[in-house]
């Protein structure tokens, strides 16, 4: 019993002391000393560690999480991907737009042993927020699973994309019909166990059509592509396909009155 009452002890300080660590990481160890005392007694008792949308929840409801610059400034922010870069850096970027950052320039990209790092530089008036990014992330099964400000304008970000999941693909795989309106870019389509695809473009388009098959890693396995216009289009879904972009040769404005998609 006194044994068990000791791991049991011994194992609440080490899992406090991690998610202490956590913190100072994401505040930087001046604001994490000035608020110390705040902190223990947030986060006393807390089974947090490793979760950065609690951690950063937290830290952002009781005002502790600084983000902001007195000026616009350049900040520089490494991301370290753990799988599938293609589909892992469309997923990333898209959270990025979502939080409002459009234009950062690409500082490094590259494999390291078996990561990716991708290193941008971003202007802006204030640093990424890690609770929205980490909860736009997850839309799309990844988790943060580092934090680090290594600086006032320095950020470091490790992202677990194992299993990641494109979100904004529209859903071929539990309806075996789709309507889709105007595009803003072009369509993206999650399918399984489809052997062909009918797509009708609608009355007053002009399509050309584009259509790129992609692996579960957003590799491509096809493309199809064909500048003549179409009003009906039948295709076979390669083997291994998990997304299909639907586009057109030369622009999204000839698919402006919207297309169907129907599994065959």
């Not at 927020?129 to 990844?142: D, G, I, V």
């Not at 473009?201 to 216009?229: A, C, M, Q, T």
Request: proline share 3%.
């Amino acid at each position: 019993m006194i044994k068990k009452l000791i791991l049991i002890i011994a194992c609440s300080i080490a899992l406090n002391a991690n998610v202490n660590t956590q913190i100072r990481d994401i505040l930087g160890p001046s604001a994490y000393s000035t608020h110390k005392n705040l902190i223990n007694y947030i986060f006393k008792g807390s089974s947090a560690s490793g979760n950065y949308i609690a951690l950063t929840s937290k830290l952002q409801a009781n005002g502790l999480l600084k983000l902001k610059y007195r000026s616009t400034k350049y900040i520089d922010v490494s991301f370290k991907i753990s799988d599938t870069p293609k589909k892992s850096l469309l997923i990333l970027k898209d959270a990025l737009r979502s939080l409002g950052h459009y234009y950062y320039l690409v500082q490094d990209a590259r494999y390291d042993e078996n990561s990716f790092i991708w290193n941008i530089k971003l202007k802006t008036e204030a640093a990424i927020n890690p609770l929205r990014l980490a909860k736009a992330l997850a839309k799309n099964n990844c988790q943060v699973s580092y934090i680090k400000r290594e600086g006032a304008y320095s950020w470091r970000y490790s992202i677990n994309s194992d299993n990641s999941n494109i979100n904004k693909a529209e859903d071929l795989i539990t309806q075996n019909q789709l309507s889709l309106k105007k595009p803003l870019r072009p369509y993206l389509l999650k399918v399984s166990n489809t052997n062909s695809l009918k797509i009708t473009s609608n009355n007053g388009n002009r399509w050309h059509p584009d259509v790129v098959f992609y692996d579960n890693d957003l590799n491509i396995i096809e493309n199809f592509k064909d500048d003549s216009l179409h009003q009906t289009l039948k295709v076979d879904v390669p083997n291994n396909t998990t997304y299909i972009k639907i586009n057109d040769l030369y622009s999204l404005a000839n698919l402006k009155r919207g297309i169907s998609i129907t599994k065959e």
